[in-house]
């Protein structure tokens, strides 16, 4: 089958969104196609600053038909009582290009309807291509748009198309520029490139000395970057963001080794790293925890290596030179002394200054020690200082180093490493993939500032929507469970939620944060494999104790394939189902007088202690076999004992202890929500 190639060329990419940008073409191009009833095989994507491109395998040469069925007016509107047809029954055929033969007769309900049968012949792909792509690229965000030809937007500008299958050319445009076979190779070399077939891409574009191969410039780049590593006994101090940037600035990438002077090697490792990072060409090493005396560069194109690191060696002096500057006026103030300053510096309008944010950070702080057996004054001091190196003029020329500038700057002021240990950790997790911090006090001052970004934006009214979420909540309130989970934290998160609501001011009630955090928990245990109907069954009954919800969705997952959690799940639906939405409450065992309800009785106050201890002692799977002991007494009450008697007494009295153990389920999981075989 023949094979599509779309290539889309335009200005210069920003290199931290291009891959980004190209990615979301992939998906929205493959949704159009699915949409527009056009199948294909795999669709390939490749990408530079200059081009995103797509390459789609045994594409079909147009849609496939569309047969649907078309409801008419019904048979008492469309027919008169000879069983002819009615004007609102030829006008129905009409509109829809039908004949008499082609009506059918269906029942919906009470009512029968006549029916059309319509096949919709598909369009030539040639036809739809064009759609496909605009609505495609009309869907990719960008972070700002530029328009120029009135009707669409895009990041850059489109400077040249190609659109072949196999080798001929799909006559289309896009943002006023038509397509054709000629692509552009590398912008030094001045070349076009004639495609003559849409497979022999790739191969003529390298040819032009462009990678358009993510991946193979990506492994131009580790094998650089390993050649260095093995030959000077260095680690490169890569971050993501500097990997993305380096995948998405060159097209044909050249690696340059250059050295850094030996006055600069004195600099804490950190601020060379950034410093380094920040041009987001050069990778840092480093050696047994020190910055090593080498980095490496990405060229772009052809040129004499001896002049391009001279260049990169002066450039990366210049950035080392200023670093160094900014370290020194830092140095002359301890972080102490930058306190008062904090309550001159807007944090957000509604939520107050740093100041304020310190010092709500430090009532949670108050509050954490005690719950996780902190020292506390330690702990205090730490978040009193979070904030200081803000005021830092290295941290505001390299935003990234917050709480690292802090650790170091606190070491050199004479702080106990406890505290600098937590002050350099404390931002951690900054994303889904960075580590948490390694030390108590670390892990307690890091949920302290997670939570009061959370509580904070969320009471004045920032609740995220949709991919709306300035603040960052949504990354915040991830950090905020996956430091629970992670690192095992024992708290009752909604009740210290509610302990310090009243330090924000806002209108969104409590119930809001602690749904928000709910939510989260939710997403996190979806992420670590947990099947949907073990969260919904650990989840039925809100708890601030995340980590035995975590715990309980571990032990449920532990049991999932065992057959007698089936027949309890089963049990327990039957006890779930009779007493939901019965108000019956309490009961007196001396009124049960069948065998049944007392054998059942009976096991309750024999269980109820295991559950009981088991809980205490967060053995969650060992609840679960202590509750398994009231599977067969459960079947044996639904078998002799009729609970909905017409003796209103007798069955408020038994509704009222079938209400008490499902209760005592619940606390372990309410497992009527399980999907059971059968």
């Known amino acids: 089958m023949p094979a599509l190639l779309l290539e889309i060329g335009v200005e210069d990419l920003p290199a931290e969104e291009a891959e980004a940008i190209a990615r979301a073409f992939h998906r929205a191009f493959q949704e159009e196609l699915r ?166 891409y790739v191969a003529a574009l390298r040819a032009a000395k462009v990678l358009v191969d993510p991946e193979e410039r990506a492994q131009v780049l580790r094998q650089a970057i390993g050649e260095v590593e093995r030959t000077c006994g260095v680690k490169a101090a890569m971050s993501p963001e500097l990997w993305t940037m380096l995948v998405g600035q060159t097209e044909w990438p050249k690696p340059v080794v250059g050295r850094i002077p030996p006055e600069f090697l004195a600099l804490p490792e950190p601020v060379v790293v950034a410093a380094l990072r920040e041009e987001g060409k050069f990778v840092p090493f480093t050696r047994e925890g020190h910055i090593a005396e080498v980095f490496l560069g990405f060229a772009e194109g052809e040129g004499d290596p001896h002049v391009i690191r001279q260049g990169y060696e002066r450039v990366v002096g210049i950035r080392l030179r200023d670093a160094r500057s900014f370290f020194e006026m830092d140095r ?113 001052l890091s949920l302290a500032e997670k939570l009061d970004r959370v509580i904070g934006a969320i009471r ?48 969104e009630p409590v119930a809001r944060v602690k749904a928000f955090l709910w939510d989260r928990l939710r997403s996190a245990l979806e992420e670590r494999a947990i099947t949907y109907d073990v969260v919904d069954a650990v989840m039925a009954k809100e708890s601030g104790d995340f980590l035995g919800v975590w715990e309980r969705a571990q032990a449920l997952s532990a049991w999932a394939n065992r057959p007698e959690l089936s027949a309890l799940a089963l049990a327990f639906s039957r006890v779930h189902n009779i007493t939901k939405g019965q108000e019956a409450q309490g009961f007196d065992p001396t009124g049960f007088v069948e065998d049944a309800e007392k054998e059942l009785w009976q096991a309750y106050q024999e269980v109820k202690p295991l559950v009981d201890r088991a809980l205490a002692q967060h053995l969650h799977g060992e609840a679960l076999a202590a509750l398994l002991r009231l599977k067969s007494p459960i079947d044996r009450y639904f078998d002799e004992v009729l609970v909905m008697c017409e003796d209103k007494g007798v069955r408020a009295n038994r509704l009222g202890f079938l209400r008490e153990l499902s209760e005592l389920f619940l606390r372990v999981a309410d497992l009527s929500r399980l999907v059971v075989p059968g």
Not at 54 to 59: F, G, H, R, S
Not at 78 to 95: E, S, Y
Not at 360 to 374: D, E, Q, T, Y
């Open 35 to 200: 949409a527009a009833r056009v199948s294909s095989g795999p669709v390939r994507l490749f990408w530079t600053l200059r081009r995103v491109a797509l390459l789609v395998e045994d594409m079909a040469g147009g849609q496939e038909d569309l047969v649907e069925e078309v409801r008419g007016p019904a048979v008492s509107v469309g027919l008169d009582v000879q069983g002819n047809l009615t004007p609102a029954a030829l006008g129905f055929l009409r509109r829809h290009g039908g004949t008499p033969q082609d009506l059918v007769r269906k029942t919906l309900g009470d009512k029968e309807y006549l029916f059309l049968v319509v096949r919709r012949a598909g369009q030539p792909v040639e036809e739809l291509l064009e759609g496909i792509a605009s609505r495609a690229l009309a869907t990719v965000p960008c972070s700002k748009f530029m328009r120029w030809d009135g009707t669409m937007a895009f990041l850059r500008p489109i400077r040249w198309v190609v659109a072949l299958v196999d080798g001929e050319v799909v006559p289309l445009k896009l943002m006023g520029v038509e397509a054709g076979r000629l692509s552009q190779g590398h912008r030094l070399f001045g070349n076009h490139v004639r495609l003559e077939h849409a497979r022999e």
């Open 332 to 444: 002359r103030r301890p972080l102490s002394a930058r306190l008062p300053e904090l309550q001159g510096v807007v944090y957000e309008a509604r939520l107050g200054t740093l100041w304020d944010r310190v010092e709500r950070i430090r009532n949670i702080c108050g509050h954490l020690a005690p719950l996780l057996g902190l020292p506390l004054e330690p702990l205090d001091r730490a978040a009193l200082l979070s904030k200081a190196d803000l005021l830092t003029v290295m941290v505001r020329e390299f935003p990234e180093l917050e709480g690292v500038m802090g650790g170091i700057y606190a070491r050199l002021d004479g702080e106990r490493e406890e505290v600098a240990q937590a002050l350099a950790e404390h931002v951690r997790p900054r994303g889904r993939e960075d580590s948490l911090p390694e030390s108590a006090l670390g892990v307690a």
């Open 460 to 507: 004045v009214g920032e609740v995220p929507t949709g991919s709306r979420d300035p603040y960052g909540v949504r990354r915040s309130g991830g950090a905020v469970v996956r430091l629970i989970l992670e690192k095992r934290l024992r708290l009752d998160l909604f009740a210290l939620v509610e302990e310090v609501a009243d330090l924000y001011p806002g209108t």
